[in-house]
């Protein structure tokens, strides 16, 4: 059985028409499957800030600015689009709505999905979540806590977990 | 040809059947440490079998599913002593060449298809009456 064209479509399109801050590659020996990368929206806690040692470097590269880089994968089973993709975070992120396992708390991808939706909206929504944490919706039951009790320090520490984990591969 | 499922969300799908206990009652298995990313480590019980020697013990084992699992099948040791043609009696690692499910490694196997098959081989003619190391001792 040929990759179905729904699937076809969707990854011309994330190559040819990428979205900004988020990249996703399928692996040459299973098409079904995404290396993917998302990059912290600017203004939140994973946004990333360079380590001090590159800020000098980053200062004279002003057109390539640091960012988070959050490595997920993506798989997309036989009744897709039927059924959400199966996303998970490989890159560790102190988050309310994710998991120590890089699973992730997010209507689209259980009840709200809907065949109507792709890859690309579900990627658009998981760095909306970035933006966005939700602590009454936790998956994360400890990091929830956290966030409610004190904000401010749970913000420090989800700057402190992107500056150490979401790092981009030097290339 | 189907979906290949890739390792990692595998073993997502087989770490949610274990949580939800929807497998048999007869064994368990999890992560052995929650926050691995990698779910490279896993542990597992067998409770033995009724009418054999192993009858209302619980043994515990340690799996590894390595970078090419399920491509390749976990590797298995027992932590609780015990004796069966299958396992090495030094350091109660199971041997794969004696073990149909891992001698014979299809994809779809998951590490409860082996938990099963070991606890039916403890039950089988052959190894339910083999005289066991006292109840609880463990290899070092």
Request: proline letters at 10%; aromatic letters at 8%.
């Amino acid at each position: 059985m040929a990759l179905p064209k729904r699937i076809v479509k969707e990854t011309e399109r994330l190559m040819s028409e990428p979205v900004p801050g988020i990249s996703a590659v399928p692996h040459e020996d299973n098409l079904r499957y995404f290396d993917v990368e998302i990059h912290g929206p600017s203004g939140s806690p994973y946004e990333g800030e360079p380590p001090d040692n590159l800020r000098l470097r980053a200062a004279n590269y002003m057109h390539t600015p640091f960012r988070g880089v959050f490595k997920l994968e993506l798989f997309l089973t036989d009744d897709y689009p039927m059924v959400p993709p199966k996303i998970r975070f490989l890159t560790k992120i102190y988050h309310p709505n994710v998991d120590k396992l890089g699973r992730i708390c997010l209507d689209v991808l259980k009840n709200n999905w809907s065949p109507a939706l792709q890859i690309r909206t579900i990627l658009l929504s998981i760095q909306a979540l970035l933006g966005a944490p939700n602590p009454d919706d936790p998956l994360a039951a400890d990091v929830a806590k956290d966030w409610k009790e004190d904000e401010n320090r749970a913000i420090a520490t989800a700057k402190e977990w992107t500056s150490k984990y979401a790092v981009p591969e030097s290339k | 040809m189907g979906a290949k499922i890739p390792r990692n969300f595998r073993l997502l799908e087989e770490l949610e059947k274990g949580e939800k206990g929807l497998g048999t009652e007869a064994c368990s298995f999890g992560l052995a440490d929650s926050s691995d990313m990698l779910m490279s480590d896993w542990n597992g019980t067998i409770l033995g079998p009724p009418h054999s020697v192993f009858e209302n013990r619980i043994y515990g084992l340690k799996m590894h599913c390595g970078e090419q699992y399920p491509d390749q099948p976990p590797t298995i040791q027992f932590i609780h002593k015990i004796i069966l043609p299958c396992v090495e009696e030094a350091d109660g690692k199971v041997i794969p060449s004696k073990l149909p499910c891992l001698a014979n490694w299809k994809r779809e196997n998951t590490m409860e298809t082996i938990l099963i098959e070991l606890r039916r081989f403890m039950a089988s003619s052959q190894c339910k009456k083999i005289p066991q190391p006292p109840e609880g001792t463990t290899y070092n």
